[in-house]
């Protein structure tokens, strides 16, 4: 392997190794809370406090878009050219201009809520929506890091965010603060990240040249925004909960809990594989700027990387659906549990969402990308709009699923246009074989037992079962050996060893 190899290699195991911590973190404290405050609220109060939360994360997500995403591109860009000057007013153009539209969006928001919103959840939401300034603003700090291929920063402050957002969790499900305990919790934990990412970073520019930002690069960045924040209001009907507005307009508060209980599990899901693929995504940007033919190898080492964890997570929960809603969430919720299948097996796709996605943004390909999106939202539309009528939660299921497939699998192959890359078709075949025998040997030891003791029976069967198909079906290269080992220098003695002995056992010599 080649000094630059290794030099990639080694930058997308470190950001994976802070971003896994993050995830660990993250699932535990995230999974935990979204069942205590499901059982807390039952499903109709969590049915309307989803229904306000998907408007906040659309407008969240979209607001932060454009300015986000083009301070990494243009950062990442200019930093590479060793122009740091440009790099940081880049960086200050793009921080003053959230302030403001955070703030507008947020007033135009509450201003709404007192108006027309329902009065008995009013200081809910209005709380939620005040949320929007501090989560605009850490996104800005936190796609500068990126920049610099600093995930270690992001992980710090994201860790006091989870912290603080566990601690109001508790405090509302024990003193009884309803509604605006789980706002607050989600306010709060918001401005502590903003304060633990900015400080840092900002201290970091400050000892960087200042250079103003020319009116071309002004130009370039504007209309980069403009496309990205197109492209995340089609990304919010695609990959967000954007089928909620379906179910308020034709079906229950109870079916709208269904499907945000099913929806929060299978994101939760992805949490791995987002952590790798973020990582990937990345190095990837910068390297297809820097030297574009080593985006192949990229990418496909990284798909298969992802196959190997995505696809057992991804069937084994669907197999062990019903034990889990069943002993978590409590029998008020056992109608999820189709739901919660469906978007299981549905949402595996999404694990490779990045890399297609990075390099369009990359290649100055959003026009393309936002056709594409848009295509892919208007079958999403017309697919909830069939199914939820009849079938409710579980036919949101299958409308978001289908179309985030079909739009994941079009955005890649106008990728590929743009960059020589493909995907390891032999490696999905034969670690979907041994996830598939996997999730059989789980189904049946979960039905049979039942219960806290078959669901973790069937997680613990489930384990080596996977492995072993893995070494039997030769899914991994030898080559892969090599490029996995370093992540046990990382880990503490005990778990060293174990992990040494595993990849031993899956990867052939």
């Known amino acids: 392997m080649s000094v630059k190899n290794k030099t990639a290699s080694g930058r997308i195991l470190h950001n994976s190794f802070w971003y896994g911590l993050e995830t660990i973190l993250e699932t535990v404290v995230f999974l935990s809370s979204s069942i205590a405050v499901a059982r807390y609220l039952g499903p ?14 659309t407008v969240t997500r979209t607001g932060g878009s454009g300015l986000a995403s083009a301070t990494r591109k243009y950062m990442a860009e200019f930093l590479v ?61 936190a796609q500068a890091n990126q920049a610099f291929e600093d995930v270690y920063s992001n992980t710090i402050s994201a860790f006091g965010y989870l912290v ?54 002004t130009s ?91 696809i057992p997570v991804h069937l084994g929960a669907a197999a062990i659906t019903r034990e889990a809603i069943g002993v978590t969430y409590g029998p008020k919720y056992m109608l999820a549990v189709p739901v919660l299948i469906v978007a299981a097996i549905l949402s595996l796709p999404r694990a490779f969402q990045e890399f297609s996605e990075v390099l369009m943004r990359a290649a100055d390909r959003q026009k393309q990308l936002l056709i594409w999106l848009s295509i892919t939202a208007i079958v999403n ?17 299958w409308g978001n699923g289908l179309s985030q497939a079909f739009g994941i699998m079009a955005v890649w192959q106008v990728a590929r246009r743009l960059y020589v890359f493909s995907f390891p078709i032999q490696s999905a075949i034969r ?44 899914a991994f290269d030898p080559s892969d050996r090599v490029r996995l080992a370093p992540i046990g220098n990382r880990l503490p003695a005990p778990i060293r060893r174990f992990y040494t002995a595993t990849i031993a056992f899956i990867t052939p010599v």
């Open 81 to 141: 050219q060793n122009k740091i000057g440009i790099a940081r007013g880049i960086y200050h153009l793009a921080y003053r201009y959230q302030l403001l539209a955070s703030t507008l969006i947020a007033g135009v928001g509450i201003g709404g809520i007192l108006l027309f919103g329902e009065s008995g959840f009013k200081l809910m939401s209005c709380i939620l929506i005040g949320s929007i300034i501090p989560s605009l603003m850490s996104m800005v700090p």
């Open 431 to 474: 670690f979907s074989l041994a996830g598939l025998l996997m999730s059989v040997v789980a189904f049946f030891i979960s039905r049979s037992l039942g219960g806290w003791t078959g669901l973790i029976l069937a997680i613990i069967a489930a384990t080596p079962t996977y492995l072993f198909f893995v070494r039997t079906f030769r």
């Open 381 to 397: 539309v017309c697919l909830d709009y069939l199914l939820i009528p009849r079938f409710g939660a579980v036919g949101a299921a």
């Open 164 to 217: 603080t957002y566990a601690i109001f969790i508790v405090c509302t499900v024990r003193f009884h603060w309803d509604l605006v305990g789980v706002a607050s919790a989600f306010l709060a934990a918001r401005v502590v990240e903003l304060v633990m990412r900015t400080i840092p970073l900002h201290a970091k520019l400050r000892k960087m040249p200042l250079e103003p930002v020319g009116a071309e690069i």
């Open 44 to 57: 109709h109060k969590l049915g309307y406090y989803s229904y306000i939360g998907f408007f906040v994360n």
């Open 220 to 310: 370039r960045i504007r209309n980069y925004c403009i496309q990205s924040v197109g492209i995340q209001l089609l990304m919010s009907v695609v990959w967000d909960r954007s089928e909620m507005i379906f179910l308020r307009a034709f079906s229950t508060l109870e079916q709208m809990a269904f499907y945000s209980v099913s929806y929060t599990f299978a994101t939760n899901l992805l949490l791995v594989p987002r952590t790798f693929g973020s990582a990937t995504g990345i190095t990837l940007m910068v390297e297809s700027s820097r030297d574009p033919s080593r985006v192949d190898s990229i990418v496909k080492n990284a798909c298969r990387y992802l196959l190997f964890v995505a």
